[in-house]
């Protein structure tokens, strides 16, 4: 009975991260309206971003059915059995924030300076990391100025 609360308590543990958190948009997520309303995004920039969901959505699905799979197939009948499954779980977990952040920042990548401004901002306030971008400069049309 010690035993398997000791594994189960290691595999948590392996689960859990202290490191500081990124300021993501989670173009994945539910608050793409807030996203195009917050950073006035452009028709380029909302396209990119409907793409990017789309992108995101195809890779997330496989690799929550990695996980799924893992932990249906996985044997966990010992301690090192949860160890290396934990291991195997912890590498998608990251697979999985890893993609979110990719997509995060190739639509940062397309934010003017007065946007990422903006981020850099709303970043401080939420006391997160910003993803590092270089704002992109877009040309204002003749008559326009």
């Known amino acids: 009975m010690l035993r398997k609360l000791y594994g189960s308590i290691v595999f948590l543990m392996l689960f859990t991260s202290a490191s500081a958190q990124n300021c993501t948009l989670d173009i994945g997520g539910k608050n793409n309206e807030a996203i195009k309303t917050i950073f ?3 028709e380029e920039q909302i396209s ?3 793409a990017l969901q789309g992108e995101l959505e195809v890779q997330t699905k ?3 059915g990695q996980i799924e799979k893992l932990l249906a197939e996985h044997p966990q009948s010992s301690e090192e ?3 290396k499954l934990a291991e195997k779980y912890k590498v998608l977990q990251q697979q999985l924030v890893q993609a979110a952040y990719d997509s995060d920042k190739k639509l940062l990548s397309l934010f003017n300076s007065k946007q990422y401004e903006r981020y850099l901002r709303l970043c401080n306030e939420a006391i997160r990391i910003p993803i590092k971008v270089i704002p992109k400069n877009y040309e204002i049309p003749e008559g326009e100025e």
């Open 40 to 42: 006035q995004l452009n």
């Open 48 to 50: 990119t971003m409907e």
């Open 62 to 64: 496989d690799i929550e």
């Open 81 to 83: 059995d949860l160890i």
